[in-house]
């Protein structure tokens, strides 16, 4: 054969290397859609310029994608995935993103995200580092603060002040009866940390929100609807009412010496708590070391005080609701 027919065997019609690239191409653009489809997905079906660089897309490439209607500009440098309209997290992780490394949702915004106060502002409300200069853009109202990184959450994957941060930042927002309705919310959620809070005050002195959050903490009670936490607290509120002694509020946080302490029945008028005791709930070390501060402030802070112990209320239920009747009755003199 041939030297000439040889090569053109081996180099095949030219068509073919024009089909080869295409598919070369087609595969290339759907490698690039997957890898965006999962970091989307990551975060709620946004992503930001730096995703788009790390999966390999060059402005020109971004730009034929959002043509093509696979990707919507949002702010500058933030794009929603495969859809033009967000869901609410889609368009909170999407703020968060246009103001760049360190910022996190907080103020009204991050109360709606950690589920304690509903928001309906146009607004979303976006904490920066302080020392960068506020950003405008459409739609975020942006704040500056230097952040302790105990003052930092997640939430369904987006960067959030701690509930803590968010309660004090809300405070200068809204009005003190709605600071008290979102720190109860808190508490019936389970996600209101009263060590935590301390620690946030005592190093947020001439914060906007200090005093009003102060206020509604210094009411002297937290309450979580009055739900007994354990089945053995359960059985102690059904004898407080089997026995008609008045309703006791249940899992309050109360103050004492400054201090934050949760007790589990307090007759507030009266001045008397009863705590019920049962090793599942207070055997930890630092429950009982908690316990310990807590049952040395109580007199110290005028209140009458005793326990119930599981077997007590086990094997004399009678004798155990005597506890809090002779205290009441103490009171009533």
């Known amino acids: 054969m041939p030297a000439e027919s040889r ?25 690039v859609t997957r890898q965006l489809a999962e970091l989307a997905r990551r975060d709620h079906d946004v992503v930001s310029l730096e995703d788009l660089r790390s999966c390999g897309l060059s402005t020109s490439g971004i730009q034929k ?15 929603a995935f495969g859809r033009l ?20 949702l907080s103020h009204a915004s991050g109360a ?26 459409k739609g975020i109202r942006c704040h500056r603060a230097d952040l302790a990184p105990q003052d930092i959450s997640e939430v369904d994957g987006i960067p959030t002040t701690s509930v803590s941060r968010t309660l004090l930042d809300l405070a200068t927002q809204i009005s003190y009866e709605g600071i008290e309705k979102a720190a109860n919310e808190a508490v019936i959620l389970e996600i209101f940390d009263m060590r935590e809070m301390e620690d946030l005050l005592a ?10 959050l102060r206020r509604v903490l210094e009411k002297g009670d937290l309450s979580g609807e009055d739900i007994p936490k354990s089945r053995l607290e359960e059985r102690f509120a059904r004898l407080c009412a089997q026995q008609g002694l008045p309703k006791p ?7 004492l010496e400054g201090e934050y302490h949760q007790v589990d029945f307090l ?6 708590v009863i705590e019920v005791d049962s090793k599942r709930y207070h055997s930890t070390g630092w429950k009982l070391s908690r316990d310990a501060r807590r049952d040395e402030l109580l007199p110290v802070c005028g209140y009458l005080h005793d326990r119930v112990p599981e077997d ?22």
């Open 65 to 79: 994608r959002v043509q093509a209607g696979q990707l919507f500009p949002k702010y500058p440098g933030v794009y």
């Open 267 to 272: 007759w507030r008028s009266e001045k008397v």
């Open 203 to 212: 190093r947020s002195r001439g914060h906007r929100g200090i005093r009003k």
């Open 249 to 255: 509020a249940i899992n309050r946080w109360i103050l």
């Open 112 to 137: 709606s995200l950690h589920g304690v106060r509903k928001s309906n502002s146009a607004y979303i409300d976006v904490t920066i580092p302080a020392g960068r200069p506020l950003l405008r853009l």
């Open 7 to 31: 090569f053109e065997v081996q180099m095949g019609p030219p068509g073919d290397s024009r089909r080869e690239e295409g598919v070369t191409v087609r595969r290339e653009r759907g490698r």
């Open 312 to 333: 007590l209320l086990d094997q004399s239920p009678l004798e155990a609701i005597a506890k809090a009747k002779r205290l009441l009755k103490r009171r009533a003199r």
């Open 85 to 104: 309209d967000l869901t609410p997290n889609g368009y909170r992780t999407a703020a968060v993103k246009a103001c760049g490394e360190g910022a996190l």
